[in-house]
T-cell receptor, first 108, second 116 residues
Framework: GQNIDQPTEMTATEGAIVQINCTYQTSGFNGLFWYQQHAGEAPTFLSYNVLDGLEEKGRFSSFLSRSKGYSYLLLKELQMKDSASYLCAVTNAGKSTFGDGTTLTVKP | GAVVSQHPSWVICKSGTSVKIECRSLDFQATTMFWYRQFPKQSLMLMATSNEGSKATYEQGVEKDKFLINHASLTLSTLTVTSAHPEDSSFYIC????????????FGDGTRLSIL
């Protein structure tokens, strides 16, 4: 089966750094995606990890440890517009299984 | 970047009506398209996977006779909710990938379906 866990909600302050964790137990693994979804909108792609380690893309970084079934998304220099839901998704054989998402609220 | 267009954005209709939702990849050929359903504050639930020219693969518990999927070309997939009822009200989102199987999914803007 597929089981993906993320915290339900997080709150952080504008300008700060926040780390959103994702743990997974899945029957297969090809890679892990992170998506951002604003309320009422469709998800947008943020990052993709296939190998262990850190992938950096501007203010966003994502880390993967396949042996631990663990990933995190790191957001730096938080902005108000970063308030959104962040979805962790494990892909296997062309299909993605999504976590329930972490709702991040950025406060001034 | 890759763009996926989903239409319509909103549908409000009476119970018993059939509703068709279109999903188009505008600047790439979508080898695979996915259809999801999302309830408020919940995650994306995969309904079916469709590949051009072949029958869609439905997830367990999804009625294939109720949710008809057609993937007629490499740029178009349609989802028809047949004889819709209030419990079918939801946010439906399509996504598409081109090239390799583990490419990021490009999502349409979603369709909010309300059945009265």
């Amino acid at each position: 089966g597929q089981n993906i866990d993320q915290p339900t909600e997080m709150t952080a302050t504008e300008g700060a750094i926040v780390q959103i964790n994702c743990t997974y137990q899945t029957s297969g693994f090809n890679g892990l995606f992170w998506y951002q979804q604003h309320a009422g909108e469709a998800p947008t792609f943020l990052s993709y990890n296939v190998l262990d380690g850190l992938e950096e893309k501007g203010r966003f970084s994502s880390f993967l440890s396949r042996s631990k079934g663990y990933s995190y998304l790191l957001l730096k220099e938080l902005q108000m517009k970063d308030s959104a839901s962040y979805l962790c998704a494990v892909t296997n054989a062309g299909k993605s299984t999504f976590g329930d998402g972490t709702t991040l609220t950025v406060k001034p | 970047g890759a763009v996926v267009s989903q239409h319509p954005s909103w549908v409000i209709c009476k119970s018993g009506t059939s509703v068709k939702i279109e999903c188009r990849s505008l600047d790439f050929q979508a080898t695979t398209m996915f259809w999801y359903r999302q309830f408020p504050k919940q995650s994306l639930m995969l309904m079916a996977t469709s590949n051009e020219g072949s029958k869609a693969t439905y997830e367990q518990g999804v009625e294939k006779d109720k949710f008809l999927i057609n993937h007629a070309s490499l740029t178009l997939s349609t989802l028809t909710v047949t004889s819709a009822h209030p419990e079918d009200s939801s946010f439906y989102i399509c996504s598409a990938i081109g090239g390799g199987r583990d490419q990021p999914q490009h999502f349409g803007d979603g369709t909010r379906l309300s059945i009265l």
